[in-house]
Protein backbone atom coordinates (compact mmCIF):
# COMPACT_ATOMS: atom_id res chain seq x y z
CA UNK A 1 0.00 0.00 0.00
CA UNK A 2 1.11 3.66 -0.78
CA UNK A 3 2.07 5.59 2.42
CA UNK A 4 1.87 9.38 2.52
CA UNK A 5 3.21 10.73 6.12
CA UNK A 6 2.47 14.16 7.28
CA UNK A 7 4.80 14.95 10.04
CA UNK A 8 1.74 17.13 11.86
CA UNK A 9 -2.28 16.64 11.98
CA UNK A 10 -2.54 20.05 14.06
CA UNK A 11 -0.18 22.41 14.22
CA UNK A 12 -0.90 26.06 15.85
CA UNK A 13 1.69 28.65 14.97
CA UNK A 14 2.47 32.64 14.77
CA UNK A 15 1.66 35.27 12.70
CA UNK A 16 5.39 36.21 11.41
CA UNK A 17 6.32 33.05 12.10
CA UNK A 18 8.37 30.30 9.53
CA UNK A 19 6.44 27.22 9.19
CA UNK A 20 7.05 24.18 7.78
CA UNK A 21 5.25 21.42 6.51
CA UNK A 22 7.10 18.23 5.94
CA UNK A 23 5.67 14.96 3.80
CA UNK A 24 7.25 12.00 3.40
CA UNK A 25 6.68 9.12 0.71
CA UNK A 26 7.89 5.21 0.96
CA UNK A 27 6.56 4.30 -2.66
CA UNK A 28 9.72 5.89 -4.78
CA UNK A 29 7.34 8.36 -6.14
CA UNK A 30 8.86 11.12 -8.53
CA UNK A 31 5.81 13.64 -8.52
CA UNK A 32 4.60 15.33 -5.45
CA UNK A 33 2.35 17.58 -4.80
CA UNK A 34 0.90 20.19 -2.19
CA UNK A 35 -2.65 21.32 -1.93
CA UNK A 36 -4.94 23.65 0.39
CA UNK A 37 -8.38 23.22 1.19
CA UNK A 38 -10.79 25.36 1.87
CA UNK A 39 -14.13 25.21 2.75
CA UNK A 40 -16.35 26.15 -0.73
CA UNK A 41 -13.22 26.25 -2.51
CA UNK A 42 -12.06 22.83 -3.10
CA UNK A 43 -8.29 21.66 -3.33
CA UNK A 44 -6.42 24.02 -4.52
CA UNK A 45 -2.59 23.38 -5.86
CA UNK A 46 0.06 25.38 -4.45
CA UNK A 47 3.22 23.49 -5.98
CA UNK A 48 4.32 20.17 -7.24
CA UNK A 49 7.52 18.60 -7.89
CA UNK A 50 8.54 15.97 -10.79
CA UNK A 51 11.77 15.12 -8.90
CA UNK A 52 14.20 16.01 -6.31
CA UNK A 53 15.50 19.38 -6.70
CA UNK A 54 12.61 20.33 -9.03
CA UNK A 55 9.28 22.21 -8.04
CA UNK A 56 6.78 23.96 -9.92
CA UNK A 57 4.35 26.24 -9.07
CA UNK A 58 0.62 25.54 -8.70
CA UNK A 59 -2.71 27.74 -8.78
CA UNK A 60 -1.50 29.51 -5.65
CA UNK A 61 2.13 29.73 -4.65
CA UNK A 62 1.86 33.17 -3.40
CA UNK A 63 3.89 32.87 0.13
CA UNK A 64 4.84 29.26 0.01
CA UNK A 65 7.94 28.35 -1.11
CA UNK A 66 9.01 23.88 -1.51
CA UNK A 67 11.98 22.10 -1.02
CA UNK A 68 12.73 18.64 -2.13
CA UNK A 69 16.28 17.79 -1.30
CA UNK A 70 15.05 13.75 -1.25
CA UNK A 71 12.96 12.15 -3.13
CA UNK A 72 10.91 10.95 -0.45
CA UNK A 73 10.83 14.01 1.22
CA UNK A 74 8.50 17.44 0.01
CA UNK A 75 8.66 20.16 2.57
CA UNK A 76 5.95 22.95 2.39
CA UNK A 77 7.52 26.31 3.85
CA UNK A 78 5.41 29.40 4.39
CA UNK A 79 7.70 31.89 4.63
CA UNK A 80 6.02 34.22 7.12
CA UNK A 81 2.74 33.00 8.33
CA UNK A 82 -0.54 34.67 7.95
CA UNK A 83 -3.64 33.98 9.03
CA UNK A 84 -5.20 33.93 5.73
CA UNK A 85 -3.37 30.78 5.27
CA UNK A 86 -5.12 28.95 8.49
CA UNK A 87 -6.29 25.79 6.40
CA UNK A 88 -6.12 21.83 5.75
CA UNK A 89 -2.66 21.13 3.51
CA UNK A 90 -2.90 18.31 1.69
CA UNK A 91 0.30 16.28 0.24
CA UNK A 92 -0.24 13.81 -2.25
CA UNK A 93 2.53 11.80 -4.47
CA UNK A 94 2.26 9.90 -7.49
CA UNK A 95 4.46 7.40 -9.63
CA UNK A 96 6.39 7.81 -12.71
CA UNK A 97 5.73 10.97 -13.91
CA UNK A 98 5.06 9.78 -17.60
CA UNK A 99 1.72 7.50 -17.06
CA UNK A 100 -1.88 8.16 -15.53
CA UNK A 101 -0.87 6.86 -12.11
CA UNK A 102 -3.32 8.44 -9.41
CA UNK A 103 -2.15 10.40 -6.72
CA UNK A 104 -2.20 9.21 -3.11
CA UNK A 105 -2.55 12.08 -0.30
CA UNK A 106 -1.67 11.98 3.22
CA UNK A 107 -4.05 12.48 6.07
CA UNK A 108 -3.34 16.27 5.91
CA UNK A 109 -2.34 18.83 8.61
CA UNK A 110 -4.99 21.35 9.60
CA UNK A 111 -3.32 24.59 10.31
CA UNK A 112 -4.14 27.65 12.70
CA UNK A 113 -2.26 30.40 12.54
CA UNK A 114 -3.33 33.10 15.45
CA UNK B 1 -7.78 26.88 -11.71
CA UNK B 2 -10.23 24.75 -13.60
CA UNK B 3 -12.68 22.62 -11.72
CA UNK B 4 -14.95 19.83 -12.90
CA UNK B 5 -19.01 20.24 -12.56
CA UNK B 6 -19.48 17.56 -9.70
CA UNK B 7 -23.70 16.99 -8.76
CA UNK B 8 -25.33 16.71 -6.87
CA UNK B 9 -23.64 19.13 -4.33
CA UNK B 10 -24.83 17.13 -1.47
CA UNK B 11 -26.82 14.34 -0.97
CA UNK B 12 -29.00 13.30 1.93
CA UNK B 13 -30.31 9.50 2.10
CA UNK B 14 -31.81 6.44 3.79
CA UNK B 15 -29.37 2.98 4.79
CA UNK B 16 -30.16 0.18 1.86
CA UNK B 17 -30.68 3.64 -0.78
CA UNK B 18 -28.55 3.46 -3.84
CA UNK B 19 -26.39 6.42 -4.99
CA UNK B 20 -25.64 8.38 -8.16
CA UNK B 21 -23.23 10.87 -8.54
CA UNK B 22 -21.31 12.63 -11.59
CA UNK B 23 -18.66 15.10 -12.94
CA UNK B 24 -18.56 16.60 -16.35
CA UNK B 25 -15.83 18.84 -17.78
CA UNK B 26 -15.50 20.80 -20.81
CA UNK B 27 -12.32 18.93 -21.60
CA UNK B 28 -11.16 15.78 -22.03
CA UNK B 29 -8.77 13.28 -19.39
CA UNK B 30 -7.05 10.43 -20.40
CA UNK B 31 -7.96 8.98 -16.74
CA UNK B 32 -11.04 9.62 -14.12
CA UNK B 33 -10.47 8.99 -10.28
CA UNK B 34 -12.87 9.15 -7.61
CA UNK B 35 -11.90 10.16 -4.08
CA UNK B 36 -13.74 9.51 -0.51
CA UNK B 37 -12.52 11.81 1.91
CA UNK B 38 -13.92 11.72 5.38
CA UNK B 39 -13.86 14.63 8.37
CA UNK B 40 -10.42 16.04 9.26
CA UNK B 41 -8.77 12.74 7.27
CA UNK B 42 -6.91 13.42 3.59
CA UNK B 43 -8.56 12.00 0.47
CA UNK B 44 -8.66 8.17 -0.12
CA UNK B 45 -8.43 6.77 -3.60
CA UNK B 46 -11.39 4.69 -3.95
CA UNK B 47 -11.48 3.93 -8.51
CA UNK B 48 -9.50 4.82 -11.05
CA UNK B 49 -10.35 4.88 -14.63
CA UNK B 50 -8.16 4.47 -17.14
CA UNK B 51 -10.52 4.13 -20.20
CA UNK B 52 -12.75 5.47 -22.51
CA UNK B 53 -16.29 3.44 -22.27
CA UNK B 54 -14.30 1.66 -19.01
CA UNK B 55 -16.61 0.44 -16.21
CA UNK B 56 -14.77 -0.74 -13.01
CA UNK B 57 -16.06 -2.03 -9.75
CA UNK B 58 -14.57 -1.81 -6.30
CA UNK B 59 -17.36 -3.69 -3.94
CA UNK B 60 -20.48 -1.71 -3.67
CA UNK B 61 -18.86 1.10 -6.00
CA UNK B 62 -19.10 1.31 -9.50
CA UNK B 63 -17.74 4.41 -11.34
CA UNK B 64 -17.51 4.50 -15.74
CA UNK B 65 -15.53 6.63 -17.81
CA UNK B 66 -17.47 8.42 -20.22
CA UNK B 67 -16.96 7.57 -23.53
CA UNK B 68 -16.70 11.00 -24.64
CA UNK B 69 -14.09 11.55 -21.87
CA UNK B 70 -15.53 14.39 -20.87
CA UNK B 71 -17.22 12.80 -17.86
CA UNK B 72 -17.76 10.20 -14.65
CA UNK B 73 -20.10 8.77 -13.03
CA UNK B 74 -19.86 6.61 -9.43
CA UNK B 75 -22.64 4.75 -8.40
CA UNK B 76 -22.57 3.10 -4.76
CA UNK B 77 -25.20 0.69 -3.75
CA UNK B 78 -26.80 -0.21 -0.71
CA UNK B 79 -25.93 2.82 0.79
CA UNK B 80 -24.12 1.78 4.99
CA UNK B 81 -23.55 4.41 7.68
CA UNK B 82 -19.99 4.48 6.62
CA UNK B 83 -20.66 5.75 3.24
CA UNK B 84 -20.96 8.98 5.04
CA UNK B 85 -18.03 11.28 3.90
CA UNK B 86 -17.24 13.67 1.01
CA UNK B 87 -16.81 12.09 -3.04
CA UNK B 88 -14.55 13.83 -5.12
CA UNK B 89 -14.08 12.86 -8.88
CA UNK B 90 -10.30 14.24 -10.59
CA UNK B 91 -9.58 14.31 -14.19
CA UNK B 92 -5.67 14.27 -15.12
CA UNK B 93 -4.17 14.76 -18.63
CA UNK B 94 -1.18 12.47 -17.60
CA UNK B 95 1.96 12.83 -19.68
CA UNK B 96 4.49 15.31 -19.07
CA UNK B 97 3.05 17.87 -18.52
CA UNK B 98 -0.88 16.45 -17.35
CA UNK B 99 0.02 15.34 -13.68
CA UNK B 100 -2.04 17.74 -12.41
CA UNK B 101 -5.22 16.76 -11.26
CA UNK B 102 -8.50 18.89 -11.64
CA UNK B 103 -10.87 18.07 -9.27
CA UNK B 104 -14.74 18.36 -8.90
CA UNK B 105 -16.23 20.60 -6.30
CA UNK B 106 -17.00 17.69 -4.20
CA UNK B 107 -20.29 15.29 -3.26
CA UNK B 108 -21.53 15.51 0.56
CA UNK B 109 -22.95 12.27 1.20
CA UNK B 110 -25.48 11.81 4.58
CA UNK B 111 -26.50 8.40 5.22
CA UNK B 112 -29.41 7.86 7.68
CA UNK B 113 -30.22 4.66 9.48
Known amino acids: DVKVTQSSRYLVKRTGEKVFLECVQD?????MFWYRQDPGLGLRLIYF???????EKGDIPEGYSVSREKKERFSLILESASTNQTSMYLC?????????????FGDGTRLSIL | GQQLNQSPQSMFIQEGEDVSMNCTSS?????WLWYKQDPGEGPVLLIA?????ELTSNGRLTAQFGITRKDSFLNISASIPSDVGIYFCAGQLGGTSGSRLTFGEGTQLTVNP
Open chain 1, 27 to 31: MDHEN
Open chain 1, 92 to 104: ASRRLKFSNQPQH
Open chain 2, 27 to 31: SIFNT
Open chain 2, 49 to 53: LYKAG
Open chain 1, 49 to 55: SYDVKMK
